[in-house]
């Protein structure tokens, strides 16, 4: 394989796609909150140069050198994980300390702690296939460091993200190899877990029944997807047109984070629904089709996993959108305002084109 032109080209175009909606979502709530119709689409065009400038670069570089460098990074991503949850270092946005705020930009570690623990493990299962059919040698060593993650990233709280990182690394193990018996007896712990998680925040159970019956309470917690919906239900074929949305009119709250998609169905319809799904299934398609073409373990891993995170992340901002499951805080890749999301997907992309590039 050479250089993936269509994978690079499909990431371009629907982040292009997302800095036209991002603008013309946030215009009015920009030009209400700061005066400035421009504010959200500036910050945004800026991290969407400095994604591709990263995407380019790490297009280059060598993949190998995640593998040497991989325990330094899941350390480092570690240490910014405990540090964002010190009062007074780290910022509290949307009731979650998973913020550093530097000036008028925020970062967010657990973003940077999804490709490093992708990366650990891509290296610790190509050096233990002949073990992964044992639990305490093969996949106990792993499954502590995920759950130690996702337990800090829980403190914050941010459920959706730590659920997509354990997610994309039990994705991993199952293409290694792992037990099907393993999968079964944690998909049971899994459901324990979340049902321990929903009585311990009752914000939770909140979303869950605003999920079952959002107009139970319609001014409340069933608020964001009521509006959602009204967004999507008039779009119809063709939309209302580009920045004609209704909804972004102070209905629908923030849309150009987390419910962007909504905006996008509203004014390209059906079309412009297909549009987004396909360039993402057009990523999905050239990243395993990498993966495949690989015959090394390491970036066999690495590039499926990259690849699953992304495109889970999307599907589940998709079904929250369509109200097919509860709100999670899950941004779609690529087209929701958030400069950590972008540069952090397009980095994972540019580590898949060097993948592609260095086993032509």
């Given at each position: 394989?050479?250089?993936?032109?269509?994978?690079?080209?499909?990431?371009?175009?629907?982040?292009?796609?997302?800095?036209l909606m991002i603008y013309?979502?946030?215009?009015?709530?920009?030009?209400?909150?700061?005066?400035?119709?421009?504010?959200?689409?500036?910050?945004?065009?800026?991290?969407?140069?400095?994604?591709?400038?990263?995407?380019?670069?790490?297009?280059?570089?060598?993949?190998?050198?995640?593998?040497?460098?991989?325990?330094?990074?899941?350390?480092?991503?570690?240490?910014?994980?405990?540090?964002?949850?010190?009062?007074?270092?780290?910022?509290?946005?949307?009731?979650?300390?998973?913020?550093?705020?530097?000036?008028?930009?925020?970062?967010?570690?657990?973003?940077?702690?999804?490709?490093?623990?992708?990366?650990?493990?891509?290296?610790?299962?190509?050096?233990?296939?002949?073990?992964?059919?044992?639990?305490?040698?093969?996949?106990?060593?792993?499954?502590?460091?995920?759950?130690?993650?996702?337990?800090?990233?829980?403190?914050?709280?941010?459920?959706?993200?730590?659920?997509?990182?354990?997610?994309?690394?039990?994705?991993?193990?199952?293409?290694?190899?792992?037990?099907?018996?393993?999968?079964?007896?944690?998909g049971i712990f899994g459901?324990?877990?979340?049902?321990?998680?929903?009585?311990?925040?009752?914000?939770?159970?909140?979303?869950?029944?605003?999920?079952?019956?959002?107009?139970?309470?319609?001014?409340?917690?069933?608020?964001?997807?009521?509006?959602?919906?009204?967004?999507?239900?008039?779009?119809?074929?063709?939309?209302?047109?580009?920045?004609?949305?209704?909804?972004?009119?102070?209905?629908?709250?923030?849309?150009?984070?987390?419910?962007?998609?909504?905006?996008?169905?509203?004014?390209?319809?059906?079309?412009?629904?297909?549009?987004?799904?396909?360039?993402?299934?057009?990523?999905?398609?050239?990243?395993?089709?990498?993966?495949?073409?690989?015959?090394?373990?390491?970036?066999?891993?690495?590039?499926?996993?990259?690849?699953?995170?992304?495109?889970?992340?999307?599907?589940?901002?998709?079904?929250?959108?369509?109200?097919?499951?509860?709100?999670?805080?899950?941004?779609?890749?690529?087209?929701?305002?958030?400069?950590?999301?972008?540069?952090?997907?397009?980095t994972s992309i540019g580590?898949?084109?060097?993948?592609?590039?260095?086993?032509?």
């Amino acid at each position: 394989m050479k250089f993936d032109r269509i994978l690079f080209i499909s990431t371009i175009l629907i982040s292009l796609f997302g800095i036209l909606m991002i603008y013309s979502s946030s215009s009015i709530w920009a030009e209400y909150k700061f005066n400035d119709s421009y504010h959200f689409i500036k910050y945004q065009s800026f991290f969407l140069l400095m994604g591709i400038i990263l995407m380019i670069m790490t297009s280059r570089i060598d993949y190998h050198i995640y593998y040497k460098y991989s325990n330094l990074l899941l350390i480092g991503s570690i240490i910014l994980l405990i540090l964002v949850l010190i009062p007074g270092i780290g910022s509290i946005r949307n009731g979650s300390r998973s913020w550093f705020g530097i000036g008028s930009f925020g970062i967010q570690p657990s973003e940077a702690a999804k490709i490093s623990l992708i990366i650990f493990t891509s290296k610790y299962l190509s050096r233990s296939d002949n073990q992964i059919k044992s639990f305490w040698t093969g996949l106990c060593p792993i499954l502590l460091i995920s759950f130690f993650i996702f337990g800090l990233i829980m403190l914050q709280p941010d459920l959706g993200t730590g659920f997509i990182i354990l997610m994309s690394i039990f994705s991993i193990l199952f293409i290694s190899g792992a037990s099907m018996r393993f999968f079964k007896i944690g998909g049971i712990f899994g459901i324990v877990g979340i049902i321990c998680l929903i009585i311990i925040a009752p914000y939770r159970m909140d979303r869950i029944t605003s999920f079952i019956n959002p107009w139970k309470d319609p001014l409340g917690t069933g608020f964001q997807m009521i509006q959602s919906l009204y967004a999507i239900g008039p779009g119809g074929l063709l939309g209302l047109g580009y920045g004609n949305s209704i909804q972004k009119h102070f209905y629908l709250p923030e849309p150009q984070t987390d419910f962007i998609f909504s905006i996008i169905s509203e004014e390209f319809g059906v079309m412009g629904s297909i549009l987004v799904v396909s360039l993402f299934c057009i990523i999905f398609y050239r990243g395993i089709k990498i993966s495949l073409n690989t015959n090394e373990s390491f970036s066999k891993y690495l590039s499926f996993g990259m690849t699953f995170q992304i495109i889970f992340q999307a599907l589940l901002n998709l079904m929250v959108v369509v109200g097919l499951i509860p709100v999670t805080g899950v941004t779609l890749p690529f087209l929701s305002y958030g400069g950590s999301s972008l540069l952090v997907s397009m980095t994972s992309i540019g580590i898949i084109l060097n993948i592609s590039r260095n086993n032509s």
